[in-house]
């Protein structure tokens, strides 16, 4: 999925039964960076070429993660394409659930920071303009086809570079779950793979991108001052509780510990 798509539905999370629309949203098309701040094409790789040793195995992950069609993994992958529950998401990681009325901060800084993702990712699929990985080779994808997916490049990962980026920012907000943070980033973008609709490459690149657009924005004093904000509404959230389910919990965090092949 493009980012210009990606992010309305990741605007969208606002308008959900647990969510309401910000009182002071930022600016519209007002992200953390001036524009043309950061280059993607320049720091991603080259989009592997076809028939190249990187492209092969891209293929053979590819077919191999068919065979998780309909398991527990399959049925989080679908989950995950949902970019209206990325914060839920988080959930388990964080120890609280995040919502507008606990965390508007979060979200604030979710709406801002679409309009940096957005160019960081639109720009290498147009330049590159990979196909998906279903359009290579036959196989099941965890979703339903579309004439736009099938338009929407490959190379990097939207959701991946997406997934990153906002783990990254509840990382450095909440430090003690860092570990945890990430690992739901991580499979938050391999889930791309699980749904067939990204190579393995595509969202490594996403999550390559998705760190150093992170680094990039980090020297803006406006998302500085708005992190500080964010590791005080986190501590109060997390605090106020409740915590989510302590099984439901564990039984995604052994999944997600498990080797996707």
């Known amino acids: 999925m493009r980012v210009s798509t990606l992010i309305i539905g990741s605007a969208l999370l606002l308008s959900g039964a647990s969510f309401a629309a910000p009182t002071t949203p930022p600016p519209a098309q007002a992200g953390y960076l001036p524009p043309g701040t950061y280059d993607a094409i320049k720091v991603l790789a080259p989009a592997p070429r076809p028939g190249s040793p990187v492209a092969e195995a891209d293929r053979q992950v590819f077919l191999a993660t068919r065979a998780l ?72 994808i965890c979703i339903d086809r579309s004439d736009g997916l099938d338009k929407s490049p490959d190379y990097p990962s939207g959701h991946s570079t997406w997934g990153w980026a906002i783990g990254t920012v509840l990382a450095q907000a909440s430090p003690n779950q860092a570990a945890e943070i990430m690992a739901r980033a991580r499979t938050y973008g391999e889930s791309r793979m699980v749904c067939g609709v990204h190579n393995a490459s595509s969202v490594t690149a996403g999550q390559v991108n998705g760190a150093a657009l992170m680094a990039a924005v980090n020297g803006s004093p406006l998302f500085r001052s708005d992190l500080e904000a964010l590791r005080a509404e986190i501590a109060a959230a997390r605090k106020a509780g409740p915590a989510p389910d302590r099984t439901a919990c564990a039984a995604e965090a052994a999944l997600i510990a498990q080797p996707l092949l």
């Open 69 to 140: 069609k309909d398991t527990p993994r399959w049925s989080l992958a679908r989950s995950d394409d949902s970019t209206t529950g990325i914060l839920q998401d988080f959930s388990c990681a964080l120890g609280f659930t995040p919502s507008m009325s606990t965390t508007p901060k979060m979200v604030g800084i979710m709406l801002r920071l679409r309009f940096d993702i957005r160019p960081a990712v639109d720009g290498p699929k147009d330049h590159y303009k990979r196909p998906r990985p279903y359009l290579v080779d036959e196989g099941a």
